[in-house]
């Protein structure tokens, strides 16, 4: 197996780059600092139990570091980044380790032991400051102001992604197929969903609480449901499908995979997940810089329809469905989004870096990427057909009931449904598809 990228190695150039843009955004914002605290923790009402932490993206972009509540990272262009560490004296929970690592010597470290000592070391004056987080992460004056110059500036630059960020996404790939394969054998065996997921976990090395997003493991007909998080404790009686959506982090950055598996070799649902999967490499292989994602979605329907055609579920051309809405009946969410720091990434329908929206096409409410490919954005590939009641009935409503031939719906509507996901890097050259050779090597 070929190793992976040092992240290490390529840390410098990564925060070069971020004190670059911090410079532009707050050029932009017309603000002599940029204050981001990692987070806070979230308390459940009426009681002293916190909900997991979940890091700032804006935090983690900086610095490999996501479990550190109440820690601040403060720049000021033409100087050394801060970073406020909390440390506190706390025997009653395990207390961060100092800060250690090849990124230290990037920074200057101030170790507090209480979070209101980071009032002291903040740039001063405070309305000076674009402080950028949730107002939970309010400290006295320091209350986030989320410049919207300034957030727009540094997502749509989140685009881009650097090499360090291209290894670590890399190490989030080989985590997730891990349990991948692992779900896989379970569901060959015969687990329950709950055992699938927790047999997922196990593999990648990583619970609920690391997860880029909570797993969604579904079984027979449960496939059908585009997120579905239950998570059975029992087996069902008779195994047919699993549909597999799970991902992993690597220091706060997300894999986000999917698989759809069919319990009998050979079947007609096995060769319908063949054929969306040779579909959906094509898909991937087409991204490429100055290649509208827009363009890319809609060739995904016409590209599911042929399938649909082919195995008899729909008795119009492909183009016919599109148009008609019954391709939105069978695939009724986006063919991806930018993946980074957050599983669905931001700017995806970013205008500029000044902003706007870049609309979606009529009739694609959940499309999460309308821009045009460039180089170093990593998107998701996720082609899907599914057997949804509610969708399909309500394409019978709308008077498209000849299209559809309902006596093989009715064949398929036990497996659910199928969806394949990979995560693919635009480069100058082409696709570079970052999932299938992490399952090669695996
Ligand atoms: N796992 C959520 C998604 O694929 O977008
Ligand atoms: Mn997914
Ligand atoms: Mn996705």
Not at 93 to 112: K, M, T, Y
Not at 156 to 183: D, F, N
Not at 248 to 257: P, R
């Amino acid at each position: 197996m070929t190793s992976l990228p040092d992240p290490a190695a390529l840390y410098a150039a990564h925060l070069a780059g971020l004190k670059a843009h911090a410079d532009q955004a707050l050029a932009r914002g017309g603000l002599d600092h940029l204050v981001i605290p990692s987070g806070r923790l979230h308390y459940q009402a009426f009681d002293d139990q916190a909900y997991p932490f979940q890091v700032s993206p804006q935090f983690k972009a900086w610095l490999p570091l996501t479990r550190v509540p109440d820690s601040w990272i403060a720049y000021t262009p033409g100087k050394r980044p801060q970073l406020i560490f909390l440390q506190p004296r706390d025997y009653w929970h395990a207390v961060p380790d100092a800060p250690g690592g090849w990124w230290l010597e990037h920074f200057d470290i101030h170790i507090i032991r209480t979070p209101d000592q980071a009032l002291a070391l903040l740039p001063k004056p405070a309305r000076l400051c674009a402080i950028l987080g949730e107002a939970h992460s309010a400290l006295g004056e320091y209350a986030p102001n989320n410049p919207e110059a300034v957030i727009d500036y540094l997502a749509w630059q989140r685009s881009y992604k650097t090499p360090y960020e291209i290894a670590l996404m890399r190490q989030a790939q080989a985590r997730a197929v891990r349990g991948h394969r692992a779900a896989e054998a379970a569901f060959q065996g015969g687990a329950s969903e709950f055992d699938i997921h927790l047999a997922y976990c196990g593999a990648a090395g990583q619970d609920a609480s690391q997860l880029p997003y909570a797993n969604i493991v579904g079984l027979n007909q449960h496939a059908a449901v585009l997120h579905y998080t239950e998570l059975e404790r029992s087996a069902p009686a008779q195994r047919r499908s699993l549909l597999i959506d799970a991902g992993a982090s690597a220091a706060g950055y997300a894999s986000d995979i999917t698989r759809t598996h069919a319990a009998e070799v050979g079947s007609e649902f096995q060769a319908m997940i063949e054929a969306v999967d040779a579909a959906q490499i094509a898909m991937a292989q087409a991204v490429a810089p100055g290649v509208d994602y827009r363009q890319l979605h809609l060739d995904a329907h016409l590209a599911l329809m042929g399938i649909l055609r082919d195995f008899g579920l729909i008795t119009v051309s492909p183009e016919a469905a599109l148009e008609s809405g019954v391709s939105a009946a069978f695939f009724p969410h986006g063919l991806g989004h930018l993946l980074g720091l957050q599983v669905h990434d931001v700017a995806g329908l970013a205008e500029s870096d000044r902003g706007g929206r870049i609309p979606r096409p009529a009739g694609h409410p959940y499309l999460r990427m309308t821009r045009v490919l460039e180089p170093g954005m990593v998107v998701t590939i996720e082609p899907g057909l599914y057997f949804i009641d509610m969708l399909l009935d309500q394409a019978r409503a709308n008077g498209h009931g000849a299209a559809i031939d309902w006596d093989r719906v009715a064949q398929f509507r036990p497996f659910g449904g199928i969806r394949i996901e990979d995560n693919v890097l635009c480069t100058n050259d082409g696709a570079d598809n970052l999932t299938r050779p992490a399952f090669a090597a695996a």
